[in-house]
């Protein structure tokens, strides 16, 4: 039979384990180090690259601000205003001579019926090129004249049909209803 003998003076401890994790939690720490490393490094290139755009933009915002100062400035001079009020006005009768009287004329004429005859009509021009219609009418009765709003509003061209006031006629005239209207006639 044999006896074990232990001549050690301490007794065996298995420092494996602790070895081993200790150079895999080194390893992974060294390795959460290098990509936090990376990472700030990518930053801080980021970061200088966007410093020096917006400073690169700061200065041509700052170039711009001189640039439209001096740009107003010249509007504002007497030559350039007049100018501009000569370029609104010949713009205005450009704008004028694009409406085509007799399209106006042949549209109204589609939508009036027998009984109501057009007594006047002002046109004037919108800022939008619309033109703002005001009619005078009459009409044989006041439900005529109702039936040309209606057919005012079904038109494809009138828009915005409002009646200003209407009048009954007095004696034996051929118009026993006036109405004053306003209408946008939207040409195309």
């Known amino acids: 039979m044999k006896a074990p003998v232990n001549l050690a003076t ?3 401890v298995n420092g494996r384990p602790f070895v081993v ?3 895999v939690l080194g390893g992974a720490a060294l390795l959460l180090t290098l990509l936090v490393l990376v990472v700030g490094v990518t930053v801080w290139r980021e970061r200088t690259t966007t410093v020096a755009r917006l400073h690169g933009l700061d200065s041509e915002r700052v170039r711009l601000i001189a640039a439209q100062g001096s740009l107003e400035s010249e509007l504002r001079a007497p ?5 501009l009020e000569r370029t609104r006005f ?8 694009g409406l085509s009287w007799t399209e106006l ?7 009036l019926p027998p009984q109501v005859r057009i007594l006047s009509l002002s046109p004037s021009l919108r ?5 703002l219609v005001e009619l ?6 006041g439900a005529a004249v109702i039936e040309f709003l209606r057919a005012l509003e079904e038109g494809e061209k009138f828009r915005d049909v409002m009646l200003l006031g209407q009048r009954r006629g007095s004696g034996a005239g051929r118009d026993q209803m006036t109405a004053e209207v306003t209408v946008v006639y939207v040409q195309e």
Do not use: C, M, W, Y
């Open 79 to 83: 030559a350039t205003q007049q100018l």
């Open 136 to 141: 005078r009418v009459g009409g044989a009765s």
């Open 90 to 97: 010949l713009n205005q009768l450009i704008r004028e001579k």
């Open 127 to 131: 800022e939008d090129g619309h033109l």
């Open 21 to 23: 994790t200790t150079v």
């Open 10 to 12: 301490r007794p065996f």
């Open 105 to 111: 004329f042949f549209d109204l004429q589609q939508r």
